[in-house]
């Protein structure tokens, strides 16, 4: 074992010398083939003995051409339980603690659970945590039978070879992997131990689908050393878009869970005679259509995490941004057959190197296709297929940090009309004042039916910039930290963009999409004084008065949702209440001593219904 390069805590090298049996990776490659308990095997059950269920069956993995594919027997398993996340040290936290919720403190657990890992063959692997140009390091520990979890670790963030690590590298996070005792202690749940030690940050993963721990796990170490250190990890995708002008417009798009952010990074797919469908009506079935003659290019700078450190050159007043993954965690949900988004099926059919497939219907020895997506139920297709992809297999892709002019904000919307009101009443897009931009991350909703988590259909929040599901520091600083970067970046334009529904019209992530084409055509030019006005829905900053994409101008009633003859201004105004209470509800809960004095001016100009101007006095754009 090559662990005199690596310093570790006492506690990890112990169990790694004193397990049944261990081994260390050092490729991706190497995982995928552990993945299948075998170089010679298509098909491996990920089965463990536990104490009063007998033998139970986690997953089925595949070995497929492209990859290896990887199948939860269980529903429940298959997205991530917003509930996931428990803190177990005393440090400063706004998450629930492991002692208030289970009533014991967890250090018998962890005592147990590295017990049985001490039982079990084990294998482990280093991982950078972040960009090269900074990374931290971190181990990953779990049973051999479980390398697929591994392997999707791997590639979300980089796999270090022991080999050629040439000075000795400190360990900032251990990630240890117990499934069995999501039966025995956690009723079947899943839960994600976080324990910040004044060593190591430790993350205890009780259960195999890897988006509550090798994925959001390993983004809330980013996000507390960042709170330590005050700097962010926005939870975001970000593209270079380069229009037929060859105008160049970098988009940072945020949002909760669902909120289009992998959707940003794709292009828009022309229906069958060459034109682009806006949206569907739900009642009548209308269709309405725009003709773009050619889209822009696009250069992929990150897919949901990306990272703002003070090392990075100033951006002229514009917030310097560049990814924090290694790969992406790709949801193919709205990829339901061949065609639907031509580069990510080509990418993922002729894979260069293995990709890991979730939630894929697949057969041994097959190939996975990404709109094949496995039935939670017969005729019910998971919502969550998931294929993780390493970065550099796209085309175009930007490895550097890049200065943000377009800092987006995406919302599930559901249906709106008069007769069932709701908040989707936000049109194409909006454009938002600074201060109401920080509001709007502060409160984050998550959105109509999101297919991410094993939720209802109830507007829930995520919190501040939409990452405090998965950060165990403190709330106040997060939102100070998040204002602070607002200010500091005043040249950028702030819009927010729904998608899936603008009142009774099904639009899917087309908003965000044409929203892209059209400013990236603009470059900076500012927009015309007639061109916007204060949207009816304080909320919603201003509403464009008309919007025209080469040559053709797009409907009035994509743009003022009470202009929907289903909505009108009853429908709307109804939705407006909703939205309005959504937000007071959410945001009394920062009005703490510790947030700055310009966040609390901020809020209460919402407390106290103020106007769009108000809020863009607070913070002038320049």
């Known amino acids: 074992m090559p662990l005199d390069k690596i310093n570790i805590p006492a506690d990890t090298r112990a169990l790694l010398n004193n397990c049944k049996a261990c081994q260390c990776f050092n490729t991706t490659l190497e995982l995928a083939e552990a993945a299948l308990g075998g170089k010679n095997n298509n ?50 936290s706004d998450k629930p603690r492991y002692r208030d919720r289970f009533k014991k403190e967890f250090d018998f657990l962890r005592a147990d659970s590295l017990k049985w890992l001490e039982e079990q063959e084990l294998g482990y692997f280093i991982f950078q945590i972040g960009p090269p140009e900074f990374a931290y390091y971190g181990i990953a520990i779990a049973p051999a039978n479980a390398a697929f979890f591994c392997m999707g670790l791997s590639l979300l963030q980089k796999i270090v070879n022991t ?40 993350i205890f993963s009780y259960n195999l689908y890897p988006g509550p721990s090798a994925k959001k ?49 794709q292009m828009i797919v022309r229906e069958p005679e060459g034109s682009v469908l806006i949206g569907e009506h739900i009642t009548s079935g209308e269709k309405r259509s725009t003709t773009i003659p050619q889209f822009c290019k696009i250069n992929p700078v990150c897919d949901d995490m990306g990272i703002v450190h003070p090392s990075f050159e100033t ?45 894929i219907n697949s057969n041994p020895g097959g190939t996975a296709l990404i709109w094949n997506h496995t039935e939670d139920e017969p005729g019910k297709p998971c ?13 175009g892709v930007v490895s550097k940090p890049v200065s943000v002019d377009v800092r987006s904000f995406g919302v599930r919307t559901p249906p709106c009309s008069a007769e069932q009101p709701s908040y989707g009443i936000i049109g194409l897009f909006h454009i938002l004042p600074p201060a109401l931009a920080w509001l709007w991350r502060l409160v984050s909703p998550r959105g109509h039916a999101n297919p991410s988590i094993t939720e209802s259909d109830k507007m829930g929040s995520e919190g501040v910039g939409s990452y405090w599901p998965f950060a165990t520091g403190k709330k106040v600083r997060h939102a100070n930290l998040l204002l602070e970067q607002i200010v500091d970046n005043s040249v950028t334009q702030y819009v927010l ?39 009816r829905c304080t909320l919603l900053g201003y509403e464009l008065n008309y919007l025209t994409i080469e040559g053709a101008k797009i409907p009035s009633r994509f743009l003022k949702v009470y202009r929907q003859e289903l909505v009108g201004f009853d429908g709307y105004d109804k939705g407006s209440e909703i939205l309005n ?5 959410q945001l009394s809960q920062y009005l703490v001593p510790e947030l700055s004095d310009l966040g609390r001016q901020i809020i209460e100009t919402c407390l106290e219904n103020g106007n769009t101007d108000q809020y863009a006095d607070l913070i002038p754009r320049r």
């Open 217 to 265: 796990g390993i983004y809330g170490v980013l996000l507390s050393i960042g709170e330590e250190e005050g700097w962010s990890a926005p939870h975001c995708s970000a593209v270079q878009s380069i229009s037929p002008y060859d105008n160049v417009t970098t988009f940072m798009h945020e949002g909760a869970s669902g909120g289009g952010k992998s959707e940003m990074l």
């Open 163 to 202: 080999d050629e690590i040439n000075e000795k590298i400190d360990i900032k996070s251990v990630v240890y992997v117990a499934p069995t005792f999501r039966h025995t202690h956690f009723d079947g749940k899943q839960v994600v131990v976080h324990n910040r030690t004044d060593e190591v940050y430790e």
């Open 383 to 395: 919502p969550n297929p998931r294929v993780v992809v390493p970065r550099n297999l796209f085309p």
């Open 581 to 585: 209470a959504f937000f007071k509800e």
């Open 315 to 359: 951006g002229g007043m514009r917030l310097r941004i560049m990814d924090a993954e290694n790969g992406w965690f790709i949801r193919t949900d709205n990829i339901t057959s061949y065609g639907c988004e031509p580069q990510i099926e080509k990418l993922t059919i002729n894979a260069t190197e293995p990709l890991l497939f979730l939630n």
């Open 497 to 535: 963009t729904p998608n899936q529904h603008i009142g009774v019209w099904k639009v899917g992530f087309k908003p965000q999409l044409l929203m892209r084409e059209y400013l990236t055509r603009r470059g900076n030019a500012k927009f015309r004084s007639d061109q916007y006005q204060p949207a």
């Open 43 to 92: 098909s491996f059950d990920v089965k463990y003995n536990v104490e009063g269920k007998g033998e139970v069956t986690e997953a089925v993995v595949h070995r497929v051409t492209n990859g290896i594919s990887v199948n939860y027997t269980e529903t429940y398993m298959r997205r991530r339980d917003p509930d996931t996340l428990i803190v177990a040290d005393n440090k400063p």
